[in-house]
């Protein structure tokens, strides 16, 4: 069974309140109990972590490789654009992590259309909405050695 971590960064545990529409009416709670109740059915082991700090994100990410997690799945809020500490993070881990986006961040401000993560990611996913983790999951059974 694969071990997929789900990370979520800041603002994303106000789904269901900030900007609906752009991030849609789920919230949070929901948002896991979705990810929780797909992963069950692909037989997936699913560990979703959110926190709006940094220095959280980077443990959680550096506690992946400890865990022997197979893969990362990260939606690193607006920590994308800027944090190459999380960047760093990912690449040292060296565990396949798919960057995911519920908006499109290449239709929206300036600044949001720079990913410093996206390098170090295996794939790039934005702009499906929620169904976006559930592609992320399914691209992470489909693509990695068993």
Known sequence: MKKIV?????????????????????NYVELVDYLSDYASKVEVELDVFQSNSEGAIIDRI????????????INPGAYTHYSYAIRD?????????????ISNIY??????????IKDVA?????????KGYIEAIDYVVKALPK
């Open 6 to 26: 789900v990370i979520n960064g800041p603002n994303l545990n106000f789904l269901g309140i900030r900007e609906k529409s752009v991030y849609g009416k789920m």
């Open 89 to 101: 993070a990912i690449a040292s881990v060296m565990i396949p992590t798919v960057e995911i986006h």
């Open 122 to 130: 295996i794939k790039q996913i934005y702009g499906k909405g929620i």
């Open 62 to 73: 550096q506690k992946c490789y400890f865990d022997e997690v197979d893969a990362i799945i």
């Open 107 to 116: 239709e929206r401000e300036d600044f949001r259309k720079i990913s410093v």
